[in-house]
């Protein structure tokens, strides 16, 4: 019997030193995702840790060589579904109508778009960015997240939404335009830029 | 081609996902001749890079991390992941008496193993070499104790250990905290493979010193100077704080803010951890 125990031993020793050396370097983008869609540090707190121990528990099915950062987000993703946003509050109802009205609206950039940009980009600050974004409807911010902070690709994004690459793109697209408008609303409010 | 398919492309593009190379080129060319199209791509283009470079980062609070780790590591843990079922088992008490002998047996058996084998958290032994700032850390705290190394610049403000060490060459951003019952001695700025670093030491009314020596997470692995293992480098970059103790000196490290400092001194254990590990 002892063989056998020493046996599992090392291999949950050697499994957790995997563990250790592949998936918790990506604790802190995983918090800032969890703090972004909870909008809770508690929450986020306890989304992270759910995932940890459930990515541990499941490891070994983990495919060797693929992106572990994906495969927790995407632990993540489910976790918060079933456990958080189902005790909290149902997924913003994205109406693409009157994202599309909305962001048509937004003041083109014209020939004096380098200047708007410096106006945009000087003043406002990184937490107006990060309100802007953390305001946008769930499936907009969720793209704009993992492709522009987290650099996963539109492949990794489409199985993270489970949408079509297409869809990641146009999501993505209008996301963008969406961010775009209320950045320079606030921009626009503080007198940072004229209308 | 519809112009909203066309502005899709765009996306794309300022992604890098637009993988046929013709059709970059054409895109290119409709971009620069399309003012709508370019507006598109500037509007795409701008997002992105605000929301790469502008958008807050916070790090996973110590507490979490510690949590987590605690959950996971097989230390902490080998016998309840081993036997989940043991609160059960143990209820019942015909099972409860053979159930003690067999748990005797195993801890016997894991303090044996424990002792016979490797010690997980036993970075030290893997730091190795005069690059390895683990190793030059404790080095140099041998050298302050020995009278080798004195401060270049003697003060006990932190503002001015700062700018001697911006004036003196150091690239990264320095932390020099102020705590309770320590006091700022000085600080040297050394040089190695081009790069200068950041060292600055402290004193309390006993004597003791505590030295610390910090280097930007950048430069780790890719200086030939700064050279650590990647197995200690992973454990501290999850939030983790190695502390050993070796020739009477307590040696700690840490990944605080964006640097990896690596703490001396020849005070106590608990009082090392308490003033770097507990923030």
Redesign the interface.
Same mark, same amino acid.
């Given at each position: 019997m002892f063989p056998l125990i020493l046996a599992v031993i090392k291999s949950q020793n050697e499994l957790y030193k995997e563990f250790e050396r592949e998936a918790l370097p990506h604790m802190d983008a995983l918090y800032n995702f969890a703090l972004r869609m909870t909008g809770d540090s508690d929450d986020a707190n306890d989304l992270v840790q759910d995932t940890y121990l459930k990515a541990f528990r499941f490891f070994d099915k983990f495919e060797r060589g693929t992106n572990c950062k994906a495969w927790l987000f995407r632990i993540l993703k489910n976790t918060f579904i079933n456990n958080y946003r189902k005790t909290n509050k149902e997924p913003d109802k994205v109406d693409y109508d009157e994202v599309e009205n909305f962001y048509e609206n937004v003041k083109p950039f014209s020939s004096d778009s380098a200047h708007l940009e410096k106006e945009i980009y000087d003043n406002l600050l990184d937490d107006e960015i990060s309100r802007a974004i953390s305001s946008l409807p769930d499936d907009f911010k969720t793209v704009i997240i993992l492709s522009d902070i987290e650099g996963f690709t539109y492949d990794e994004i489409a199985d993270f939404v489970d949408c079509p690459v297409g869809t990641v793109r146009s999501r993505l697209h209008r996301a963008r335009k969406m961010l775009f408008a209320k950045l320079y609303k606030y921009a626009s409010d503080k007198g940072y830029v004229k209308d | 081609m519809e112009l909203n398919d066309l502005?899709?492309r765009?996306? !794309?593009f300022v992604?890098g &996902?637009l993988t046929n190379e013709i059709s970059k080129l054409e895109l290119l060319q409709l971009i620069e001749s399309n003012p &709508?199209l $370019?507006?598109e791509f500037? /509007? $795409?283009r701008?997002? =992105? /890079? @605000?929301?790469?470079n =502008?958008?807050?980062?916070? +790090?996973?609070?110590d507490?979490? =991390?510690r949590?987590? @780790?605690k $959950? @996971?590591? +097989?230390e902490e843990n080998?016998f309840l992941?081993?036997f989940p079922n043991s609160k059960k088992f143990l209820s019942k008490p015909a099972l409860a008496v053979s159930g003690v002998f067999a748990i005797i047996a @195993?801890l016997l058996? /894991?303090i044996i193993?424990k002792y016979s084998e490797k010690n997980?958290f036993n970075f030290a032994a893997e730091q190795n070499g005069p690059n390895n700032i683990f190793i030059q850390a404790s080095t140099n705290f041998d050298n302050i104790i020995h009278g080798k190394l004195a401060p270049q610049i003697l003060t006990d403000n932190p503002g001015n250990i700062k700018s001697f060490f911006e004036q003196n060459g150091v690239k990264y951003s320095t932390l020099v905290p102020q705590m309770e019952n320590w006091k700022i001695i000085g600080a040297v700025v050394s040089e190695g493979a081009g790069e200068k670093f950041a060292h600055h030491v402290y004193s309390n009314k006993d004597g003791k010193l505590v030295y610390v020596f910090q280097v930007a997470k950048f430069y780790i692995n890719k200086c030939q100077a700064a050279k650590l293992s990647?197995?200690l480098l992973?454990?501290l970059? !999850?939030?983790n704080c190695y502390v050993s103790e070796a020739k009477g000196y307590v040696t700690l490290m840490k990944k605080m803010e964006s640097n990896i400092c690596t703490v001396v001194s020849n005070s106590s254990r608990n009082e090392i951890e308490n003033l770097f590990c507990s923030k």
């Open positions: - | 502005k899709y765009v996306t !794309a992604d &996902e &709508e $370019q507006a500037e /509007l $795409q701008f997002t =992105k /890079l @605000i929301t790469k =502008k958008c807050t980062f916070k +790090p996973t609070p507490s979490v =991390k949590r987590i @780790i $959950q @996971i590591s +097989p080998s992941r081993l @195993i058996f /894991l193993n997980d990647n197995h992973n454990y970059e !999850a939030g």
